[in-house]
């Protein structure tokens, strides 16, 4: 099989494809021929080796893990012996965690993992980029945020894989949604059903006082400090990048009227994961949630990918096509198109405030 390796820490073009041989079931494991894998912040700080604590994970001097990516989705091919959950010609999609290898052209998983079926309505694309905005926004809006009916949730970052999830999901737990991005992503994010736009560049949302029950940070460039003021009493800062300041604010705000929450969603157990891929692919198979997706490469192309995440400024996620299938109304032309067209759009009307 045909996989996206890279030898040592670097910029995207460190990593090429190869050939290895097609790996093979062992009990309980399921074989997925991969049809859609996110490239996403974590394979790009894999990738890179920064900043620097990311060597703890992947390698010290060199990466440990040479093939990146965890979200995909895919049909199982082959399962080995014991497997109940899975049989051949199964969609399937699922996060193979810090076990990595889904940019290649089969991936090989626990069928105990964070794994399952992928309902027919639902895109191969779709369902990988599923699992890299909404797997992680879910758990921090609902068990970190305990956002309820009527809260005024405020996503900064919301034009980008996890924002972009965190505005639908925190609408679909019926929360008043402000979505703060700059200005070529503003029609992009209204479309996902934000209720107000803040142009990060004209106006600082951290200016406002008491209005918002939750804050989530889904790109972590605001601190707890900053955003305090602007929360209610009782109200939560969510922020997904890990600084010592965040995770001492963790510990100390549990004292003050208003918390400060770091998550690490990634860590999470399977089993935990398991039934919020249930959900999420179930409310995408209602039409209810539709992650966009800023660009669908082949996997010949994935050092593109990785040039898109590094840019920072992706409308939803990156995803690589190491075996493709999919044709119809949300395949790749359509789904692209729709990230651009706004975007575009936006840029056209507003050419001095591109960025
Ligand atoms: N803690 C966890 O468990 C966890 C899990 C997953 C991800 N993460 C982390 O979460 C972060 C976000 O991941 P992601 O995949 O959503 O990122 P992403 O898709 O790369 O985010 C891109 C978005 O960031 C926005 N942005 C760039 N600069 C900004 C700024 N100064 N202020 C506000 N927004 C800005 C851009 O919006 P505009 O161009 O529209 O401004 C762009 O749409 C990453 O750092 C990732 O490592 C943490």
Known sequence: MRVAAYEQYGPPGVVAITDRPDPIPREGQVRVRVHAAVVG???????????WFARLAFGL????QHVLGSEFAGVVDAIGPGVT???????????????????AEHVVVAESGAVV????????????????????????????????????????????????AAVQLAKHLGAEVIAVCGPAHAELVR????????????????????????????????????????LVAGGSYLTTVPSWS?????????????????????????????????ELGALAAAGAFRPPIERMLPLEQIAAAHRIVDAG????????????????????????????????????ATPEAAS
Do not use: W
Request: net charge positive; hydrophobic share 40%; glycine share 10%.
């Open 117 to 164: 079926r992928l309902p027919d309505e639902v895109s191969m694309a779709d369902a990988a980029a599923i699992c890299d905005g909404a797997l992680t926004a879910l758990p921090f809006l609902r068990d970190g945020g305990h956002v309820r009916p009527g809260d005024r949730v405020l996503v900064n970052g919301a034009s980008g894989s996890v924002g972009a």
């Open 85 to 103: 959950r899975f049989a051949v010609g199964d969609r399937a999609f699922g996060a193979t965690g810090i076990g990595l290898g889904a940019h």
């Open 191 to 230: 479309s996902l059903g934000a209720d107000r736009v803040i142009d990060r560049t004209r106006e600082d949302f951290t200016q406002a006082r008491s209005e918002y029950e939750v804050i989530f940070d889904a790109v972590g460039k605001s601190t707890f400090r900053r955003c305090r003021r602007a």
């Open 246 to 278: 965040i995770v001492f604010q963790q510990l100390t705000s549990k004292l003050g009227s208003r918390r400060a929450v770091i998550m690490f969603t990634g860590l999470r157990k399977d089993a935990e994961k398991r039934p919020d891929l249930e």
């Open 41 to 51: 912040s974590s394979d790009s700080a894999a990738r890179s080796g920064t900043p």
């Open 61 to 64: 001097r060199a990466p440990k």
């Open 313 to 348: 400024h992706k409308g939803g996620s990156a995803v690589i096509i190491p075996v493709p299938i999919e044709t119809g109304p949300t395949d790749a032309a359509s789904v692209t198109d729709t990230v651009r067209a706004t975007r575009d759009a936006a840029s056209d």
